[in-house]
T-cell receptor
């Protein structure tokens, strides 16, 4: 089976930095995605990592270590609109297996 | 239409009834997917289709069926609904079923089975 773990909840202050960790154990690996999902809405794509290292995209960065089965999503200069769930998903045999998601609450 | 649409937006259904959730995309994507999302469990794949005319089973296929008669449409049918199928259902599509298959999600259908 697939095992993808991420923290359930995180709280941070506006303007701060938050790091959301994701560890995975899957039978195959073709890449790792991060999605953002606001309450009551559909998930939307944030980032994709297939090689080890850091991918930076504006205020969001994502890191991957394939040997450790580990990724993190870094959110910088937090804004109130960043309050959402963040979903880690592993591409396993070209189908996505999702973690349960991390709900981030940004406080003023 | 732009992207993926799903219908209905929400539905309350009596147990034992048959129900079809509709999904249409206008991006000419080859691959389409159905997920259910339950609190604490995340998104789980029900069925998928890599291209028109083919379908496959995901992680939780029991009680559900799909068809893919053309590129644009991918309906999900519950033959005889049960309360454990109460969930939010998301349809998604991707350009291909290969590597870097970024998936685009529809707005979801909230289904309650009583």
């Amino acid at each position: 089976g697939q095992n993808i773990d991420q923290p359930t909840e995180m709280t941070a202050t506006e303007g701060a930095i938050v790091q959301i960790n994701c560890t995975y154990q899957t039978s195959g690996f073709n890449g790792l995605f991060w999605y953002q999902q606001h309450a009551g809405e559909a998930p939307t794509f944030l980032s994709y990592n297939v090689l080890d290292g850091l991918e930076e995209k504006g205020r969001f960065s994502s890191f991957l270590s394939r040997s450790k089965g580990y990724s993190y999503l870094l959110l910088k200069e937090l804004q109130m609109k960043d309050s959402a769930s963040y979903l880690c998903a592993v591409d396993n045999d070209y189908k996505l297996s999702f973690g349960a998601g991390t709900t981030v609450t940004v406080r003023a | 239409i732009a992207g993926i649409t799903q219908a209905p937006t929400s539905q309350i259904l009596a147990a034992g009834r048959r129900m079809t959730l509709r999904c249409t995309q206008d991006m000419r994507h080859n691959a389409m997917y159905w997920y259910r999302q339950d609190l604490g469990l995340g998104l789980r794949l029900i069925h998928y289709s890599n291209t028109a005319g083919t379908t496959g089973k995901g992680e939780v296929p029991d009680g559900y069926s799909v068809s893919r008669a053309n590129t644009d449409d991918f309906p999900l049918t519950l033959a005889s609904a049960v309360p454990s199928q109460t969930s939010v259902y998301f349809c998604a599509s991707s350009e291909t079923s290969g590597s870097y298959n970024e998936q685009f999600f529809g707005p979801g259908t909230r289904l309650t089975v009583l």
